[in-house]
T-cell receptor, first 117, second 113 residues
Framework: EAGVTQFPSHSVIEKGQTVTLRCDPI?????LYWYRRVMGKEIKFLLH????????ESGMPNNRFLAERTGGTYSTLKVQPAELEDSGVYFC???????????????FGPGTRLTVL | AQTVTQSQPEMSVQEAETVTLSCTYD???????LFWYKQPPSRQMILVIR??????QNATENRFSVNFQKAAKSFSLKISDSQLGDTAMYFC??????????FGGGTRLMVKP
């Protein structure tokens, strides 16, 4: 089966511009997660979709970030306007929908490296 | 909130030898899962091994095994017979009930020929 895919692989933009990252999860995976790794730091959670609904967006840094998941399939993460501190690698992961007392493995995409100049 | 700590930013090992990567975590949860992920240079992050906290038996996957010490909140990864392809960034992660993962800072492992 196809893995998690992300587009673009790299993006270089100037401060103040807008960028949209896309993630296509593994087919049949209802859970979709966004994470970010800023240079030299830990990978940090941004938000979690279950199908088309936002389950947890506690990691979103501010209102310049907007995530959507149309029809419970692919997801987009828009940064508008981008700031220098938004630079980093943005990872998407997906997993099957599991019960309240279990968890399925999250499978990661290759990431999008965002550079804001 | 959970925290995950990897105290070894970088490690190296000779090919065919054994190396152990350490990971400690802090949580008040009783039901959780622990993971080791591997990210080779310029490649995708992949799952190495997974451990359910309720299981006493340590997980193994071929040359990879863990030493899970629940009381000590320790979850180390042992790589036996190291191969050049094991060169990667290794991340320890904590998760529970379908929710987000909390990651450690990572350990960069270099396998030398």
């Amino acid at each position: 089966e196809a893995g998690v895919t992300q587009f673009p692989s790299h993006s270089v933009i100037e401060k103040g511009q807008t960028v949209t990252l896309r993630c296509d999860p593994i087919s049949g995976h209802d859970n979709l997660y966004w994470y970010r790794r800023v240079m030299g730091k830990e990978i940090k959670f941004l938000l979690h979709f279950v199908k088309e609904s936002k389950q947890d967006e506690s990691g979103m840094p501010n209102n310049r970030f907007l995530a959507e998941r149309t029809g419970g399939t692919y997801s987009t993460l828009k940064v508008q306007p981008a700031e220098l501190e938004d630079s980093g690698v943005y990872f998407c992961a997906s997993s099957r929908l599991a019960g309240a007392y279990s968890t399925d493995t999250q499978y990661f995409g290759p990431g999008t490296r965002l550079t804001v100049l | 909130a959970q925290t995950v700590t990897q105290s070894q930013p970088e490690m190296s090992v000779q090919e065919a030898e054994t190396v152990t990567l350490s990971c400690t975590y802090d949580t008040s949860e009783s039901n959780y899962y622990l993971f080791w992920y591997k990210q080779p240079p310029s490649r995708q992050m992949i799952l190495v091994i997974r451990q359910e906290a309720y299981k006493q038996q340590n997980a193994t996957e071929n040359r990879f095994s863990v030493n899970f010490q629940k009381a000590a909140k320790s979850f180390s990864l042992k790589i036996s017979d190291s191969q050049l392809g094991d060169t990667a960034m290794y991340f320890c992660a904590f998760g529970n009930a379908g929710n987000m993962l909390t990651f450690g800072g990572g350990t960069r492992l270099m396998v030398k020929p």
